[in-house]
């Protein structure tokens, strides 16, 4: 809270700001404008301001006005259904006849040209220099800051490097011809804003140390061209997910430019972390004797931030309201100010409580008018920067500077944070808040806040008695001791290199004469420990344990055995990263990948635990008098599961954990590869106190072992995740009812796929490129849901293959176990044959595009390959290739793409970026596989929300993970009770009753 | 309304019958005995109320003091969570200790029989003799109930006859030394109900006829030895469903006895339909000038009356409220009076509102005293009957007669009605209610009832907008034009007969030059008509029709699949007759079985469709912002359903409906015994107006076209209800992917059972030897649920058989389509054969038990057969027979009866009858069939409510009717749309959102 008397003098310096300003709006909020008329409906109408937001976002991609048309349709409806606000700019224009759309369109894209060149300051130099010259002559000073925020490959970060340097040029020629202005006459005249992530196209904080020399490398540049310049440089603020990285580039940069004062940074407000970032850093500063610079923000991300950790399950990193926001804007001017000797400020808000705090703050605290300045968006809030400038003498527009294609996501930050409910400019241009209000101080506005929220009634109290299952959280990588964590899990399970791992039958472990090594594919010669091989003998040993224990096993409440899987969710926690580690030496999985296979399995824990609670309650049907009908669910036997090797972990402990949780007994074969990522498994349910015999490990070859249990008669359900061929071997053995055998198999399987992602005519590039690149690559390709087919639009064909090429020129090849490399070694040298010999194929059948270069050393390497000319005939649209072979097909129209797409048997996951609603629709009725995708990667589906399983030959139609998934491994039954007797029905029972 | 000086008199009346009885109790409320005080708990505790009427109901067959102290811990719970009311007598008797169990049992028994002497006069003739002679000098007349309603076999109702000629011949010699009684000197002293039921173990309305045959053969020859010793002979009221019957029986006697006055009925006022039985009666009795009597009762079976109705979907034949019977109790016994010169009048109530209103009416009709008398029942009321006795001198007490044993239920029913809330008595005893509203108009009790049902706000809106499945209605064959309707329908097919049933392919008939006639079982000489054979070709023509109409009907909305699947089910509703009448003839089904079976047909047709319904609306998973996911469920292609012969229709409809409303076509092939009534579901279909192509239809040789579907690669899924050798080859045929097919096949497969009921030591047989028949002989045995083991402990083993026995004695043999038979002819020769061999084989394997006479006539007769002795390892108690021949086991204790039960590896459905709780509950858990059933027949699941479908070798585990049931038949996909663009997330589609 602001002492009183700073808090009277900032509320009266508000005042006085808002009386000079008096009733001037801004052309947004302007009625006469068809922009501020179309915004005002977006306040009034949310589902027409998604669309009209979507629409924005697409637009510059739009092509032709039957393209244009099609979508305005699409988004806002039909000419008749059109809101008027919308159509009377057309209306005036052109009188809606028969030609209504096209005519429609046209004034529509006047319109948006219009609104865009309102917020983008010029589209090439000149126009920079000529409107930068009048924005001088009305007294403002300008920063520059380049527009395109994704660059995806080492030419697109190339060019925004280049286009730094060439302004640098054009603005230091330019800057000769300005008089200084009276209130920044300290200050260098050109300005430059950059962002750090678009210098270098892999930015990552798993890979800290990578990105950090990534980004200097290109920023040294500018910096130095600055420095000749004369320049001042800032480094802005992207996401939370590259904060640390830009605060250490820019403490590095400031190291190499010790003498020179003008290299800033902005910090954000709303991160819950900038307060102590800003301690840090003055307390850096004051140490180094480094004079730095900052400019405070509020944050243009809120959105964002909070969607993402919302979904990666992390803490918001973001104030969750605005008031917090500003409280600690002002918490931290001060602070900034209190060390203006060392700190010049930049004080970048439109917020007049805000900039009167700074004002207030700084004339309290004597701080130089020249050791702080006010800096406003170019095309927002006019009257305030007017009013500002007035008062101040030293406002600097932040100017954006671009081609309209990029500019448009830009636009979109902007619309939406001045239609945002809190925003201040809003309130106090388009809503009705008083004065009064929005002078408050922040800070008593939040204690209001926090004392409604403790008087709320709390919420459904039922619900929190019985916590909904939540995924568990993706690997941070911000986070130093996540980072840290991995070479330290991957040396401890190095330390127990040459373990030999044993059988587990009955509750004993057991070892057998013969054995397998387990290999580190990036280095085959590195053996991680032998894994004991099950003969016949030992299968029949299992067998006979998990029969023995299955009826005491089922009737174990399943209370008890959810229980179990709890407490095995709860060891995997806390071994998460040695769990991950074993992954990434024997399997070869990259540390993400390797956190998220052992994520999943603790969801496939909670999951499943939660599912069994709910499905283990006897179900009431009818409710008539007189009887009682209850349906329970319960174990069928012994379950054969036969996992894969490609999440070793995850899979196995999805399905080991479905058949036990619903009262079966198991038999678990893990892959020949992956045994002894296979045996923690065994262990940490043995750990969780799961009784002799239940859970039984039999690794193994596995032809011979599936083969012996698909045909065992006292099998009663195979879970079985694999190859097509091993499934449908073991479906039809399974069939065959043989002699002693009591009940029917049920065989749960999870095939492969062929999957392909189409990429639309309208689609962001941005976005599709490097989803595709993750979807094809991402753990060398070896996923069922990987892409292997991406199926590209005619009219877009070439933009899309060339960015996607470059983009993969990017990726570099080496161990799994360093987060430098994006792609490592495959499984196993059989995998390696195969994938060349498919390289060779398609060497036949279409252009390759690009095969990486490989890396030294004796890993199963194979380059990252990306074929073009691809068509539905051949066999790389055909066949699974399990690899890093991504096949290009391009499609004259979205009916071929819909069909190729649908091609092969297979029908696993699938794709689509695209921004017209209609052909997002369509997909998801007519793009038949087990998991759709539209606008993000295709694989990584979550345990819960995008239950998992393919259907046609991918899969049998079980979904892991989703709610129908356990019925598969239980029998029903009906126990009817007639409650009559001798004329007298009691009231009915109540359990479980729906 | 009672006019209302009318209305004042008879409370005066009341006030001075209250007065009169001042402050006494009856012994049932008395806190001074034991039953009072249990009785006052049973009031305060529900539970305690169910538990003891079942303790009492049990009680008579518990032998020793082990099984009596075990049931009583079950029921009560062990010694220290006894209630203290039940305790409490045995603890002042033996101080509980280590023997407290025994004493406990002992104390209870005692008490009990205490209870049941209370109610029940005499359990010998000398009793009976003494007994009355007290009453009779205390100025009371007596009209004598032999207890023992369930008379299950002839041998029963013999003796139940039997034992009424005896005590007339005592009660006659006994008379003699009477003196009349002052009040009642015109009837005759001896008076006698009879219950017409128990007189002829075969009453069913359905054979109308012949019920009322066998009632009054034996009735008759009472009533001759009533008229010979001058006796007065009251024809008693059961339950509604021989209403009709006892009424058509009455009306018959009463004209072969013209001359003789004393012979009456008793009519019931809690029945909606007895003012009307009762006006024709009074008609007719003045009409054909006989004089006739009338006992007028409220009625004593309401809650047996309502849960029948309810479950069976019958409109509530009784009064839903107290004061509405009581209302049209003063109405009823106006009428009576009204007409005293033919009709004399037995008041039979304690409820002293009626009584009074019963005196003033009397006395304002001027109805001579001799016309009228009161009669209550034996050991309730003390006070009431005194107060009466003294007010009117002549009071009648219905005393029961008989053995503790069957007067149990008698004694529950007493027991009830003292307890239940609207008891008059209950409220004028044990509850607090004042004498004012006790005595008040009933009428106007009713009526402010009514009101404020009227004013009560309307239930769940929502569920009242979708209306929830119900079960179509049973037949009622209570009504007379139910009766009718069947000889109808078969006369109407017959007008058909000899008709060629085409094929059925892409919305065309299609005739073939083979076909086969379709023969009546009971008349093989009969041709019903000649079904058209599919071939090779014929069924690739339906394939290839189904596939091609495949896409556009998986697109056509749930919404408009299910409403064809609800007009499929209103055209069955038109033609319910017609259909069942086709299986009359064509299979050889009761009309009853006919009936259920079209019932279920239209049950499924809109149970499916609701379900489709629910299942249509895509799901919403997950709730985070930023990603949409939706589940959605779609068909799969092709569905073959191969259906049996045995539910022609219900279960060949319930298979095609699901795979229809899930969005599949239909290739349907019927049973080459039931092609016409196959025929009748496709016409049914096309009506509704299901699009060409989607249901074909191939009748034709079951092995060829089985094989070629089930091998066929444009397959997608089979449904199959069959034998298991037949389902066992479709599930090895259907794993095998042959080549071009692109998707696993799904099976759907009920087969077999070998089901089987155990028998407890206490189980109730007069409920536990007619529902084994049924289960085991009921359309001769023909259903996959049907019994065909009984599993009966040592204990009861000896009276089990011996009634079972003797009961199946009584069944009738004939041609399905008279209703005086209770089985019939099976299906075809080759069954016949079959099952003729199986009892050859029983006789080597057991002890022949019974073997039924077979009717003359060429039909594929079978006797009902029963064999001693099976034992698990006997080709007899493995084996599916699917024929009228039912085993029985002899079982050393409940342990044993579980293995044997659990024995075969089918495992389709069950039965116990049993009243110790932990037996019940032990069996729930442990009998391990698809469908198992407590106290009842193990046939007739009804969709919904007894989802049907078994497991191990019996089925799949797919559960027909339930809710599940449908997910099989349909490919699940997810569909997620990453919401997030340029940072912006709209808020969440609220459609389908769980």
């Not at 609104?115 to 920063?143: N, P, W, Y």
Request: proline share 5%; aromatic share 8%.
């Amino acid at each position: 809270m602001q002492p009183s008397d700073l808090n009277e003098r900032i509320v009266a310096r508000g005042q006085a700001l808002f009386a000079a300003i008096a009733d001037e709006k801004p052309a947004l909020f302007s009625s006469a404008t068809w922009t501020g008329r179309v915004l005002q409906w977006s306040l009034q109408n949310e589902e027409f301001k998604t669309s009209l937001f979507r629409f924005v976002d697409v637009f510059p991609v739009l092509h032709g006005s039957q393209q244009l048309t099609e979508h305005i349709r699409q988004y806002f409806g039909a000419d008749e259904q059109l809101p008027p606000v919308l159509a009377t700019g057309a209306r005036l224009a052109g009188k809606l006849g028969p030609l209504g759309g096209a005519l429609l369109a046209k004034a529509i894209t006047v319109n948006l040209h219009e609104l865009a060149r309102q917020f983008i300051l010029g589209e090439s130099t000149e126009e920079l220099a000529q409107r930068l010259k009048v924005l001088h002559r009305e007294g403002f000073a300008a920063v520059i800051d380049v527009l395109g925020e994704a660059t995806l490959s080492h030419a697109e970060s190339g060019e925004y490097l280049a286009t730094y340097l060439r302004l640098l040029e054009v603005l230091a020629a330019e800057e000769r011809r300005w008089q200084a202005l009276p209130g920044l006459a300290g200050a260098p005249a050109i300005n430059l804003a950059v962002k750090p992530t678009a210098l270098y196209c892999l930015a990552n904080p798993m890979d800290f140390a990578g990105s950090v020399a990534g980004i200097l490398a290109p920023l040294r540049r500018i910096a130095e061209r600055a420095v000749a310049a004369g320049a001042f440089l800032c480094i802005d603020m992207e996401s939370y997910r590259t904060k640390e990285i830009t605060l250490e580039v820019y403490r590095r940069l400031k190291r190499e430019f010790r003498d020179y004062p003008h290299i800033g940074i902005a910090l954000q407000s709303y991160l819950r972390d900038s307060e102590d970032d800003l301690a840090e850093l003055l307390a850096w500063s004051a140490r180094e004797q480094l004079p730095i610079s900052i400019r405070l923000v509020k944050g243009a991300y809120w959105d964002f931030e909070t969607v993402r950790a919302r979904q990666m399950g992390w803490e918001c990193p973001v104030r969750s309201s605005k008031s917090d926001t500003d409280a600690a804007f002002e918490r931290m001017a001060a602070a900034i100010l209190r060390q203006h000797r060392f700190c010049y400020f930049a004080c970048a808000s439109h917020n007049i409580r805000s900039i009167a705090a700074v004002l207030e703050t700084a004339r309290s605290l004597r701080v130089p008018d020249d050791r702080y300045e006010f800096q406003m968006l170019y095309g927002m809030a006019e009257p305030v920067r007017r009013g500002i400038l007035a008062a101040t003498g030293r406002v600097r527009l932040y100017c954006p500077y671009g081609a309209l294609v990029p500019g448009m996501g830009y636009l979109v930050r902007r619309l939406l944070e001045n239609t945002a409910n809190e925003s201040f400019l809003r309130q106090t241009f388009a809503g009705a808040a008083e004065i009064e209000k929005l002078l408050e101080d922040p800070e008593a506005v939040l204690s209001r806040l926090r004392a409604q929220e403790r008087d709320a009634v709390p919420g459904d109290a039922a619900s929190a008695n019985a916590p909904a299952f939540r995924n568990e959280a993706a690997a941070d990588f911000t986070r130093p001791e996540v980072r840290a964590a991995f070479p330290a899990a991957l040396a401890a399970v190095r330390g127990r290199a040459g373990e030999t791992a044993p059988l587990f039958i009955a509750g004993r472990d057991v070892l057998t004469a013969t054995t397998v090594p387990s290999r580190n594919p990036n280095r085959p010669a590195e053996i991680l420990g032998h894994v004991c091989q099950a003969g016949t003998d030992e299968v029949e040993r299992a067998m006979a344990a998990a029969g023995a224990a299955f009826p005491a096993w089922r009737a174990t409440p399943a209370m008890a055995r959810a229980a179990i899987l709890r407490r095995a969710a709860t060891l995997a926690r806390q071994r998460l990263y040695e769990l991950a580690a074993w992954q990434v030496l024997e399997i070869g999985k990259q540390w993400d990948q390797a956190h998220a296979d052992v994520s999943e399995a603790i969801d496939f824990l909670d999951y499943y635990a939660a599912e069994m609670l709910r499905l283990g309650v006897p179900q009431r049907l009818g409710e008539l008098p007189g009887e009682e009908n209850f349906l329970i669910y319960e174990g069928r036997g012994v379950a054969a599961v036969i996992a894969p090797w490609n999440f070793p972990l995850a899979i196995a402990c999805g399905m080991v954990a479905a058949a036990l949780v619903t009262g079966n007994t198991v038999v678990f074969k893990p892959s020949g590869l992956t045994g002894l990522t296979g045996r923690r498994l065994v262990e940490l349910f043995a750990a969780a106190g799961l009784p002799d015999g239940v859970l039984n490990f039999v690794p193994g070859a596995g032809s011979a072992i599936g083969d012996q249990l698909s045909a065992h008669p006292d099998i009663a359900l195979i879970a079985f995740t694999g190859s097509l061929e091993v499934g449908q071997r073991i479906v039809e053995r399974a069939a065959v009812v043989c002699p002693g055998q009591r009940q029917f198999k049920r065989v749960i399987a999870e095939m492969g796929g062929k999957n392909a992602i189409i990429v639309d005519a309208d689609a962001d590039l941005d976005e599709a490129v490097p989803q595709v690149l993750a979807s094809a690559f991402g753990f060398q390709g070896q996923k069922c849901s990987a892409c292997s087919r991406v199926i590209v639009l005619e009219a877009i064909h070439e933009r899309f293959v060339e960015r996607l090429v470059a983009a993969a020129r990017a990726w570099r090849l080496g161990p799994a176990e360093d987060p430098a490399f994006d792609m490592g070694a495959v499984a196993e040298a059989a995998a390696q044959r195969r994938i060349r010999d498919f390289i060779e194929v398609g060497k036949e059948e279409g252009e390759l595009l690009y095969a990486s270069p490989l890396p030294e050393g004796e890993g199963y390497w194979v380059p990252l390959t990306i074929f073009a000319g691809i068509r539905p005939e051949h066999r790389l649209a055909r066949e699974e290739i399990f690899g890093p072979l991504l096949a290009v097909m391009r499609a004259a129209d979205f009916d071929q793409a819909i069909a190729w797409a649908n091609a092969p048997s297979f029908a696993l996951t699938g794709g689509l970026f695209s921004r017209s609603p209609a052909n997002i629709a369509r997909a998801g009725n007519e793009f038949r596989v087990g998991n759709l995708y539209i606008n993000r990667a295709i694989t990584g589906a979550m345990v819960g929300r995008q239950p998992f399983g393919g259907c046609a030959l991918s899969g049998l139609g079980t979904k892991a993970g989703g709610s129908d998934y356990l019925l598969h491994f239980m029998d029903p039954r009906i126990v009817t009770e007639n409650t009559l007797r001798r004329g007298f029905a009691p009231a009915a029972k109540g359990a479980g009753q729906t």
